[in-house]
């Protein structure tokens, strides 16, 4: 099957475990058989390639998010990159004409859509295989995916169907009714609509056509900045007769809000976390090297990373968005494709940062504008390249970088540091990359 | 008036804003005037000079204590050091000894012994004037303060009177009563002892003399560690006959718990702190330079230092002890009497600290065993002595150092160090002092 995998996302609804780059699907939250934690993007990239191990997966991602996927899924997943933010049509579109011209997949078949991060089993991704085969039958333009409700839900969209069938027309949509309203729905044989849907390649970018002037992939990405701010459902769906819907009647969560994430948790604390029996409800997620003490709480999420520490009624939970757009957005930690970061310590003209790399990896060759930087590497060995000089590095050794210096590591083995940046005006932005030939 | 200060108190019940170095006296809780923080050592000596500029204040404390007792109350304190931990009865009778021996105070002048962390108004240090007074008139060979009872507590130990006089004898003491108990007490004019007296210097050190084999302060401190652990009410008060008490009547706290302490506060929030309006009875203190959200919570109290973060209900915050001494009790951040430095990243080979130097401060020097440093001056100007030779430094300037070699740096501004020591055995006792011919 073709599949393409939607990830948005803001950093606020999971603050602090989620900042500007990485979103929800990012965290690292679900416990594997090893014991290890996986994150909601590997789960399911897992779970569908236990289903078809010869999926054709594509991310359809923003450039933000490319560090962590290629952390998370490693160098060879098929992204579909979006320079900026639009909305779920442009996103689509691209992400298809990427799938059509760059992996050359022949536009008969179908592709399904689905968000990144549904909290689902095995069952659901077979099902989807299903909604695949069955929009290439062309019984419909499109074949949406229903979900069976298990309580009248007023947060999500209804789709209303014509035969309480596996496989039926549908009649109409409805989105986020009231309680009374959904029950009624309910008894009509409606099913959740969790966004996701399969179809012709050739349909999407016959739509895609209808609605934009652009030649291939490679026009649509350049002109993506300019493309309308609109999302799938308003362009295409709503707008298109012939849709079925397949239903599916397995476990389906949407893990928005640090109550319903807690849910889906194995164990109540992750990280170092000491926590005494007069507690009850409680979930702890502890991302910081500093323990955290739950003493006598009741029906609390409390969650901590280098952004900051969120303690909240679980209830509660979900309204913590406008609280966080009150805080300073800085980012303070990231996973890069070649490892990851964290800011250490703050000071008026200085950024001190602890930055591991990981075997075998290297960064960008860059160098900055406003700032210097000291380098001394802690635990490690590897090579550095400044200025085209070419020098081994392992635990002990500095390195001083005038700002117009060009630099990178090369790590043999784990390779970690710590950098001080120094200057007037740093910034994550003040970066110039360069070739480099090894 | 000559007043001994005691400033004991381990790290434990007010963690995580207290650690093994600074003891709950230390931690700025208390808002000044100004809208600067200060603690309750702070607070203390500012009511004593005030209710008697020429006051001879001693602090008594272990040396654990000292770099932030000049930290906080400047260079030229008096200090009686106690070179480890015994009881009180050694504690008394050293700071009595460097008063005589040391401050040359004459022994029939009278001495006032009082905990360092009492939360009184100044009525409390009129009183205890008066108690040296009446000290000095040798009615009594000991005067007690008594605190007229608020409420019968079951915590604090009574002290029953002869007459319920302003000045009366002691008929007997009894220690934490239950309640009913406690009532009929109060009925009886008892009042709380809340470990203050007073006795003539020459009192103290007969007593001394005839307990310990001694001959002046410095052979006492020269002994220290082979004293007995005694308390002073068992080795003293116990057993002497000719006891007055001297009733006060004013405010008293004990803040030992994060329950009493936070309802000393002046505000619900001390740091980088967001608090939605569902939140009740919550109190928050942050030393932490990252933001705390907390929503929707009840009669909770949070507390954040680089040692952990503390998340108790308030009424049970009296018994985090326990689950403290689980946790690992390395030393994250403590004041020094050259400023102050905390921990920013723990390497399996490596430690990165932060360090503080006030303006004309300087650090000892030093050096190290088993570790290699290097420096990173990320703020203010300065100078460094690396193995004699002087060298200036300022913000941007990077010194390594191998182990064994000799090093201090003296601060003009104040200046700020991003210090990563290197080595397979870091510790803080690796650390040889040499004197320094300026």
Redesign the interface.
């Known amino acids: 099957m073709n599949i393409v995998l939607l990830s948005g996302g803001s950093g606020e609804r999971l603050?602090?475990l989620s900042n500007d780059i990485r979103s929800k699907q990012f965290i690292k939250i679900f416990k594997r058989k090893d014991g290890d934690y996986e994150s909601m993007v590997q789960r399911v990239y897992h779970q569908i390639r236990k289903v078809d191990e010869n999926a054709m997966i594509t991310i359809a991602a923003p450039k933000t998010q490319v560090s962590a996927i290629h952390n998370q899924l490693g160098e060879n997943i098929d992204i579909s990159i979006e320079p900026c933010r639009r909305d779920t049509f442009p996103a689509i579109v691209l992400a298809v004409a990427y799938l059509r011209d760059m992996l050359k997949v022949n536009a008969e078949e179908s592709v399904i859509i689905c968000p990144v991060d549904p909290y689902v089993d095995e069952r659901y991704f077979e099902t989807l295989k299903e909604l695949g085969k069955q929009a290439e039958t062309g019984e419909a333009n499109l074949v949406l995916m229903g979900i069976e409700p298990t309580y009248p839900s007023e947060k999500y969209g209804y789709i209303l169907t014509e035969a309480r069938k596996d496989i039926s027309k549908v009649s109409m949509f409805k989105e986020k009714p009231d309680k009374e309203t959904a029950e009624t729905y309910i008894g009509q044989g409606a099913l959740w609509n969790g966004g996701v849907f399969a179809c012709k390649i050739k349909y999407i970018l016959d739509k895609a056509h209808e609605l934009i002037d652009f030649t291939d992939y490679q026009d649509l990405l350049y002109r993506y900045e300019t493309l309308p701010k609109i999302s799938f459902d308003y362009a295409v769906v709503e707008k298109e007769k012939e849709i079925q819907v397949l239903r599916f009647t397995g476990e389906w969560k949407d893990l928005g809000t640090w109550n319903t994430l807690t849910e889906a948790m194995e164990e109540e604390c992750i990280g170092e976390v000491?926590i005494?029996d007069?507690c009850s409800n409680v979930h702890v997620i502890n991302e910081?090297?500093?323990?955290?003490?739950?003493?006598?709480?009741h029906d609390?999420v409390?969650s901590?990373s280098?952004?900051?520490?969120?303690?909240?009624?679980k209830?509660?939970?979900s309204?913590?968005k406008p609280?966080?757009d009150?805080?300073?957005r800085k980012v303070?930690f990231a996973e890069k494709s070649w490892g990851s970061f964290r800011v250490?310590?703050?000071?008026?003209?200085?950024l001190?940062i602890?930055v591991t790399l990981n075997p075998g990896h290297r960064m960008n060759y860059h160098s900055h504008k406003n700032r210097?930087e000291?380098w001394?590497a802690?635990?490690g060995k590897g090579c550095t390249i400044v200025d085209g000089m070419e020098q081994e590095i392992q635990?002990?050794d500095?390195l001083?970088m005038e700002a117009g210096c060009r630099h990178t590591v090369i790590a043999d083995t784990e390779l970690?540091l710590?950098e001080?940046q120094?200057g007037k005006e740093i910034s994550i932005h003040d970066k110039q990359k360069f070739p480099l030939e090894l």
């Open positions: 603050w602090p000491v005494n007069k910081l090297d500093i323990p955290i003490m739950a003493i006598g709480l609390v409390i901590a280098p952004q900051g520490v969120l303690i909240s009624d209830e509660q939970s309204y913590i609280f966080v009150r805080i300073d303070m250490i310590d703050i000071g008026a003209e200085s001190t602890k210097n000291v001394v802690i635990s635990a002990g500095v001083t970690q710590i001080v120094l």
